[in-house]
C-alpha cells in the first residue's frame, strides 16, 4: 500500500458566488506536526482550487488530497443517475462531462442549470424564490442514496443525505454538482479514487467527508469545533500536536484541519482502501467515501 507524505483537505462550498466563504484548504505533512490552513489572497474560488490541483499535478506532489462532496449520483438504485432522461450518462465521468455541459454558461463553476431542465429536476428538491420544490423523482423525505451513503449511515459514519437535495443547511447536493464540475475540468489530471488505481507517485483524490473524521477523533452530537480548546482536543485524539492559532474559528477551518489530520492517520488502514461492498462497477457509477469500510 501507497504511503503518501502530505495531505490536504478541501472542505468545499457549492454556493453560487466567485468566492464562496465555505471553501478552506489545510494540509498536513507527515508525523504529528499539527496541520496549517493554505490561504488564497482574497478568499479560494472554485477557479482558484482548480488552479492549485493542476499545480500539484504539474510538480507530481507527493499528496492525498481529500474533497468533502460526493463525486457522483445514486446510480445502483434504479440502474440510472435519472431514469427518466433518455440521455443519462452511464458512468461517473460521463456524469461529470454532462453536468459541465448543461452548466456550461454559469460562472465560478457553479451548478444551478440543472433545476431548470425538464428532464433533470424532477429529481431534485430545490429552491424556486421562496417556494421548495420536490420533484417525483426525489423519493420520500430523505431522498435516494448511493450504496455508500447507506453503509456510512448503517455503521454510523455520519449523516450521509442525498445528492438529490439542494434545500437547508445540511445538504450536500450544490457542493456535490459543482465538485463533479471542478473533477471533469481537471481531465485526468490528478486519478480519483476509487475510479482511477492508486498511482506509484504524484498526487491523487479521493472523497471525504468531514464528519466522520469529526467522529473518530471522539466528537459527538454536533461534530463542529469553534474554539482553539475543542479544536486541540479533537487533533490530539488524532495524534496530532497543537495548532497555531487561527484569527476566526469557523466550521469550515477547523473541519479542514481535523480532516486533513485524519487522514493522515487513516490513509494507513487498508480497510477503507478496499471497501467489500464497493464492487467494481459501484466504484465507476457512483464512487466511495474514504472511511466507510
Known amino acids: 500500500m501507497r504511503r503518501f507524505s502530505r495531505f490536504a483537505c478541501f472542505d468545499w462550498s457549492g454556493q453560487a458566488v466567485e468566492r464562496p466563504k465555505g471553501i478552506a484548504l489545510a494540509i498536513a505533512g507527515a ?31 507527493d499528496l492525498l488530497i481529500g474533497f468533502d462532496f460526493s463525486a457522483a449520483l445514486p ?17 461517473a465521468r460521463s456524469l461529470w462531462a454532462a453536468i459541465d455541459a448543461l452548466c456550461n454558461a454559469e460562472p465560478h463553476l457553479s451548478a444551478s442549470r440543472l433545476t431548470g431542465h425538464r428532464h433533470l429536476a424532477r429529481h431534485f428538491r430545490y429552491q424556486q424564490g421562496r417556494t421548495t420544490i420536490t420533484g417525483e423523482g426525489f423519493e420520500g423525505g430523505r431522498g435516494r442514496l448511493r450504496i ?26 450544490k457542493s456535490s454538482l459543482t465538485g463533479m464540475r471542478l473533477l471533469h475540468r481537471l481531465d485526468g489530471a490528478i486519478p480519483v479514487w476509487p475510479f482511477d488505481p492508486v498511482p506509484d507517485t504524484g498526487p491523487m483524490i479521493l472523497e471525504i467527508y468531514t464528519s ?19 479544536l486541540d482536543a479533537a487533533l490530539d485524539a488524532l495524534g496530532s500536536s497543537a495548532h497555531a492559532p487561527l484569527g476566526r474559528y469557523d466550521d469550515h477551518s477547523t473541519d479542514a484541519l481535523l480532516t486533513a489530520a485524519w487522514m493522515r492517520q487513516a490513509a494507513g488502514d487498508i480497510a477503507f482502501w478496499k471497501p467489500a461492498a464497493c464492487t467494481d462497477s459501484i466504484a465507476q457509477q457512483e464512487g466511495w467515501t474514504f472511511g466507510v469500510r
Open 212 to 230: 466522520i473524521a469529526a467522529r473518530d477523533a471522539g466528537l459527538t452530537g454536533r461534530t463542529k469545533m469553534r474554539d482553539a480548546i475543542a
Open 148 to 173: 455508500t451513503e447507506k453503509h456510512c449511515r448503517q455503521q454510523q459514519r455520519g449523516n450521509a443525505v442525498s445528492c438529490f437535495n439542494l434545500v437547508g443547511a445540511a445538504q450536500v447536493g
Open 31 to 61: 508525523g504529528a506536526k499539527a496541520p496549517a490552513l493554505a490561504m488564497s489572497a482574497n478568499g479560494w474560488s472554485r477557479e482558484d482550487a482548480l488552479g492549485w490541483l493542476l499545480d500539484r499535478a504539474a510538480e507530481k506532489a
Open 75 to 91: 446510480f445502483v438504485d434504479h440502474g440510472s443517475y435519472f431514469p427518466s432522461w433518455p440521455e443519462s450518462p452511464g458512468n
